[in-house]
């Protein structure tokens, strides 16, 4: 407790995950706004239509994940935090753990604030199925697991712009790209973890490799494998 | 106090830290002292247990730095005022590490009242000068009120007044009962803050000793003397023990003292213009240890000699 507590202060006494806080919700529920209100006819506006801006959120929760841990090797400050508290261990899963958090809150914020503003512009879609709510509510959870891995991208690359060119090439094009492959391209792109991420969310199309829970704990797996990785990486290397 | 025994740091092929052991007391400012690149601040690193030694261990009151329990209540360090989050307030760098190691937050005010930054406590540590950031520095290094503080070059590019404040405050903390262990490449600014010495060249012990020993064994007690007639000077000293140096216009006389050679030259008639005895420096009693250790003795000879030129600089 006392290491989440401590990460949560290092967190919030900078002005970098206000930013992204800010930026996350807004970009998710400003895209709502302009969808539904450019629309003809916003009665039709489906839940997926509604949540397209989630994609340029789940972006900015990648960024300020990677920054979370990529600025303390930036600044010097990691050496400083593990000379205060010396299991590393600890202190990373701490930090994922607040940011993780963090992102949750955004992502529900941001989910259920897309379709309340939908619902205000005269958009239909309700939360009758299933479906529908792990649509909206599931999408803090990806945020939260998208968030851990890329602090644990960042433990592992410790320079911003290294690991957030990464995590975002990554998600944006190399998952998509990669089924321009002959043959086995769109087999590799189903299990890609942001992919996952998405079939979860209710992007299954026909026939899906993964149910939509098996996706999310296979994302998750991923997450976790990535987090051990920099766990041991940054227990092993000298601060 | 500080323990490290065999300690060995190596990179690649560079070995940074070569079998280093040494002790530092508690109630002493302990000087730690060598020329840049000579391994001080990995050793720093490995004591507070940022750097995993290649071999040997080193220990804070028999403990490894890992094992503590809330590490900044027993060990407070400044390594590199530098290491703060420049968009963070220097309270609230304060705050998170007070917080980590469960530290009221209350003294948080005071460790800032301590070093003089109450008034900036608020702004943001990027914008601090060097001189605010070092105090900041050691302000976080006081903040859990340890036993043991470690400080790497803490002098650097401070003016005088922040150098004298620092100087003082070392010897306040040693006086408390507590061990300070200080770095430096600075062999003057040792000589006024330490009271030991561990000495190191090329990441290797050259000696540990009293600030005083260090200088009294390699400097042996010299008489400068100037005298128009040199040459029946010294034709008048030569005999067995005493050994003659020119310099200049002078004589370096050593193994007589002061009032035997003024005698000498006035049984002999000689007139001295100048009959002055010679205190050692820390320059020359590094220079002079150096210099024994052959394995090392070109490169640390022109080390030195760099080293003479910043200290003169300092003075």
């Known amino acids: 407790m006392t290491l989440m507590a401590t990460e949560r202060m290092k967190l919030f006494s900078t002005r970098s995950p206000w930013f992204c806080s800010v930026l996350a919700v807004g970009l998710v529920v400003g895209f709502a706004s302009l969808l539904t209100l450019t629309s003809n006819d916003p009665a039709h506006v489906d839940l997926g239509l509604l949540l397209a801006g989630s994609q340029f959120g789940l972006m900015v929760v990648l960024v300020m994940g990677a920054l979370a841990i990529t600025t303390e090797y930036r600044f010097g400050t990691i050496r400083t935090t593990f000379q205060a508290m010396p299991g590393r261990t600890a202190v990373l899963g701490a930090k994922a753990g607040v940011v993780g958090l963090l992102a949750l809150v955004l992502g529900e914020v941001a989910a259920f ?6 619902k205000v512009f005269g958009v239909e879609a309700g939360l009758s199925s299933s479906a529908d709510w792990r649509a909206v509510a599931g999408l803090g959870v990806v945020f939260a697991l998208s968030a851990v891995a890329a602090v644990a991208v960042g433990a592992l690359i410790r320079q911003s712009a290294g690991a957030i060119s990464i995590l975002l090439v990554w998600s944006l094009l190399i998952e998509d790209l990669i089924s321009l492959i002959p043959n086995v391209g769109d087999n590799i792109r189903d299990w890609m973890p942001f992919v996952s991420a998405r079939r979860f969310l209710g992007n299954a199309g026909p026939d899906p490799v993964l149910g939509p829970w098996a996706s999310l704990g296979y994302f998750a797996a991923i997450t976790a494998v990535l987090f051990a990785i920099a766990a041991v990486v940054v227990n092993r290397r000298d601060a | 106090m500080i323990e490290a025994s065999g300690l060995t740091k190596r990179y690649g092929k560079t070995l940074a830290v070569d ?27 490995m004591v507070l247990g940022l750097d995993t030694p290649t071999a040997g261990d080193v220990r804070i009151d028999g403990k490894h730095y890992r094992d503590l329990k809330d590490p900044l209540r027993t060990v407070g360090a400044l390594l590199d005022a530098k290491w703060v989050h420049p968009n963070r307030s220097a309270r609230a760098h304060l705050a998170w590490l007070a917080r980590s190691n469960r530290i009221p937050a209350k003294r948080v005010d005071e460790v800032l009242e301590l070093v003089g930054l109450t008034g900036v406590a608020g702004k943001n540590a990027g914008g601090f000068s060097l001189g605010m950031s070092q105090r ?13 503080l470690l400080f790497d070059e803490p002098v650097n590019g401070l003016d005088p007044e922040g150098i004298l404040w620092i100087r003082k ?17 600075l062999l003057s600014e040792m000589a006024l803050t330490a009271q030991e010495l561990v000495v190191i060249g090329r990441g ?12 009294a064994m390699a400097t042996e007690a010299s008489v400068r003397v100037r005298s128009p007639q040199l040459d029946q000077l010294r034709s008048a000293l030569g005999r067995d023990g005493v050994s003659i140096r020119d310099e200049g216009d002078s004589l370096v006389v050593t193994g007589i003292d002061a009032a035997a050679i003024g005698d000498l030259a006035a049984a002999a008639s000689i007139a001295l213009h100048e009959l002055s005895p010679q205190r050692g420096s820390l320059e020359e009693a590094f220079m002079q240890l150096t210099g024994d250790s052959v394995e090392y003795h070109t490169d640390i000879a022109n080390d030195t000699a760099a080293l003479l030129a910043t200290g003169s600089v300092a003075r």
């Not at chain 2, 002790?23 to 302990?30: E, F, P």
């Not at chain 2, 306040?172 to 490449?185: C, I, K, N, Q």
């Not at chain 2, 290797?204 to 200088?215: D, G, H, R, Y």
């Open chain 2, 204 to 215: 290797k012990l050259i000696a540990q000793t009293s600030t005083e020993e260090f200088v």
């Open chain 2, 19 to 45: 079998n280093l052991s040494f002790t530092a007391q508690s109630g002493r400012v302990t000087g730690f002292l060598g020329p840049n690149g000579a391994g001080k601040s990995t050793t720093m690193r």
């Open chain 2, 136 to 148: 900041l520095g050691i302000a976080g290094a006081l903040l859990g009120d340890p036993k043991v």
């Open chain 1, 113 to 118: 604030g897309a379709w309340g503003v939908g």
């Open chain 2, 169 to 185: 405050f070392m010897h306040r903390l040693a006086d408390e009962g507590r061990t300070v262990f200080v770095s430096s490449h």
